[in-house]
């Protein structure tokens, strides 16, 4: 009896088990290690998936659009249940999402969208286009554009064509500036301002420094000021910021950026650049660890936006996560007591 008893209780813990620990296999592409943010968003969702009970094969594509379509081959191959890709470059994955939809395996596109794609089954994003209304907001408020006659002087400074996301956060910054380079309070002196002019392939720090380093030597060596200069993200802030330091005397410009990367804070608390935009990665890799859970249990999946998002096949439902405005006056709260950075981070 006592050792039906113990058998018994056995197979209940077995139960018990079996059901805190979801079973599968997750697949996780990420674009590159040089920039903080993948490699946290990476960290991130392999603990907490792991932490799931799932099993993780989590790649990282140095950049290289050939290594992240054999990355995700393999991945669909290897007998991932469902795969989660930030893609290098939207449109260059087809073959591996074709695959993957032959096999019947669902594709969450994280943080950058899948593109000319029907392949692709959700997308969790922060809202990349009220990134940078954030932007354009600041910079609307910090010169006083409603009230101030200007003209200040604007340069613009956007990410990498083959990222959607880039497009987003071009547009949400420039609905916002628009109107004030229409009535001639906002002029940008390089004429540089059609997304064309002012993206910066591949989002690298060296490509947007170069950019600006011409631009200051052709259209500010006259020892004129740039009062503001809008950067997308914070790599590309980076390269702005030791470009000015380089090649220009005149007074600090206003600079924005987005991600609160590690240096960019530190620049933030010394004063050269104005804002980032934090985009927490803990919160999008939650989401997606629900999302993956939603998917293997066949329950509905949280979505918030279904219209938005076309891939130019599909509109692919999605999920969005609030982008927060940081800034040398909130990252104490926001980064340091959130936990998100050390004090010995940013020093
Ligand atoms: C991300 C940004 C990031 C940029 C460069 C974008 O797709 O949304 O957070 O700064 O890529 O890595």
Redesign the pocket.
């Known amino acids: 009896m006592k050792r039906l008893v113990s058998i018994l209780l056995c197979v209940m813990m077995v139960c018990v088990f079996a059901n805190a620990f979801a079973e599968g296999k997750v697949g996780v592409s990420m674009?590159?290690k040089d920039?903080q943010?993948?490699n946290q968003d990476g960290e991130n969702m392999q603990k907490m998936l792991e932490e799931a009970g799932y099993t993780v094969d989590l790649q990282y594509a140095s950049n290289d659009v050939q290594q992240q379509l054999n990355q995700v081959t393999n991945m669909i191959n290897g007998g991932c249940d469902v795969v989660v890709i930030?893609a290098i470059e939207g449109s260059s994955l087809g073959s591996a999402l074709d695959l993957a939809k032959e096999k019947g395996i669902p594709v969450i596109a994280y943080?950058?969208l899948l593109m000319e794609s029907d392949a692709v089954s959700y997308y969790a994003?922060?809202d990349?286009y009220k990134?940078g209304t954030v932007q354009g907001e600041y910079i609307k408020q910090a010169l006083d554009l409603d009230n101030q006659a200007g003209p200040f002087a604007l340069e613009v400074t956007a990410?990498?064509p083959g990222?959607?996301?880039?497009n987003f956060?071009y547009s949400g910054a420039m609905d916002v500036l628009q109107p004030y380079i229409d009535a001639g309070k906002l002029v940008v002196k390089s004429g540089q301002i059609a997304f064309n002019d002012v993206a910066t392939p591949t989002?690298k720090t060296e490509v947007a420094q170069n950019r600006a380093s011409s631009i200051l030597s052709s259209f500010y060596a006259d020892g004129s000021n740039i009062d503001v200069w809008l950067c997308?993200?914070?790599?590309t802030a980076l390269g702005v910021i030791n470009a000015l330091e380089d090649n220009y005397d005149g007074e600090w410009p206003i600079i924005t950026g987005?991600?609160c990367?590690k240096p960019n804070v530190k620049k933030m608390i010394e004063g050269k650049q104005a804002m980032s935009v934090f985009?927490d990665t803990r919160t999008l890799a939650a989401q997606v660890v629900k999302m993956v859970g939603q998917i293997l249990a066949g329950e509905t999946v949280d979505v918030n936006d279904t219209t938005t998002y076309n891939n130019n096949k599909i509109v692919v439902p999605s999920f969005l996560c609030e982008p927060v405005f940081g800034s040398a006056d909130n990252y104490v709260e926001l980064l340091l007591d959130s936990g998100y950075y050390t004090e010995e981070d940013l020093k």
């Not at 990222?163 to 880039?166: H, I, K, L, R, S």
């Not at 997308?232 to 790599?235: A, G, I, M, P, Y």
């Open positions: 674009p590159t920039l943010r993948w930030a943080d950058r994003t922060f990349n990134v990410g990498d990222d959607n996301n880039a956060f989002w997308s993200n914070d790599s987005q991600d990367d985009k």
